[in-house]
């Protein structure tokens, strides 16, 4: 039981490039979310799939876009890359039954030059 | 939108010592928080919730206490271990339909040997 995985793990792009970051969860759970973590702030909600086959945006949708392939992966699209997406992004996925936890991958470091 | 924040960005204790880390909130809707433990270069760990519905909750040397008069959570950690050092955020979410948690900007902890 891996947990969430995220790929890669590091990225380094240049500004106007396009990317796609992975994720994938093996533990059933319903909703899945991305969040980006820049320093000395907290995690920011980009978008979140309550449940297979929808998609909402989050608090900093702009420039991302995202596709709940299946019920295991979550993907998250950069189409034009900007310096201001340099960050440290999450996945996060969640069963939602009594509680509200969320389980976090370990993250992709991506910068933006 | 309405935000969780913490009053200490950082704290240093002693090996051994308790620690006390403090969070406000200012959603009197929210009904569940949960606290985050963040090792660097990781993903968040979960460490333990609590409901609306009750004051304090005990885990393995984690304590959580609510005071929902005053809006403030805090996270209690017994005998702090250098294993302990790390960033720990709070967050709530305001249930219903949501399916959002939202963080707090994280307490660093330092624990000297």
């Known amino acids: 039981n891996a947990g969430v995985t995220q790929t890669p793990k590091f990225q380094v792009l240049k500004t106007g490039q396009s990317m796609t970051l992975q994720c994938a969860q093996d533990?059933?759970?319903?909703?899945m979310y991305w969040y980006r973590q820049d320093p000395g702030m907290g995690l920011r909600l980009i978008y979140y799939?309550?449940?297979?086959?929808?998609?909402d945006k989050g608090e900093v949708p702009n420039g991302y876009n995202v596709s709940r392939l299946n019920k295991r992966e979550f993907s998250l699209r950069l189409e034009s890359a900007a310096p201001s997406q340099t960050s440290v992004y999450f996945c996060?996925?969640?069963?939602?039954?009594?509680?509200?936890?969320?389980?976090f991958g370990p993250g992709t470091r991506l910068t933006v030059t | 939108g309405e935000s969780v924040g913490l009053h200490l960005p950082t704290l240093s204790v002693q090996e051994g010592d308790n620690s006390i880390i403090n969070c406000a909130y200012s959603?009197?809707?929210?009904?569940?928080f949960i606290w985050y433990k963040q090792e660097s270069g990781k993903g968040p760990q979960f460490i333990i919730d609590?409901?609306?519905?009750?004051d304090k909750r005990q885990g393995q040397r984690v304590t959580v206490l609510l005071n929902k008069t005053v809006k403030h959570l805090s996270l209690q950690i017994a005998a702090t271990q250098p294993g302990d050092s790390a960033v720990y955020f709070c967050?709530?979410?305001?249930?219903?339909?949501?399916?959002?948690?939202?963080f707090g900007k994280g307490t660093l902890l330092t624990v000297n040997p």
């Open positions: 967050a709530e979410n305001s249930g219903g339909s949501n399916y959002k948690l939202t």
């Open positions: 799939s309550a449940s297979e086959g929808t998609t």
């Open positions: 609590i409901r609306s519905n009750m």
């Open positions: 996060a996925s969640e069963k939602r039954d009594r509680s509200y936890e969320q389980y």
């Open positions: 533990m059933n759970h319903n909703s």
């Open positions: 959603n009197s809707a929210s009904d569940y």
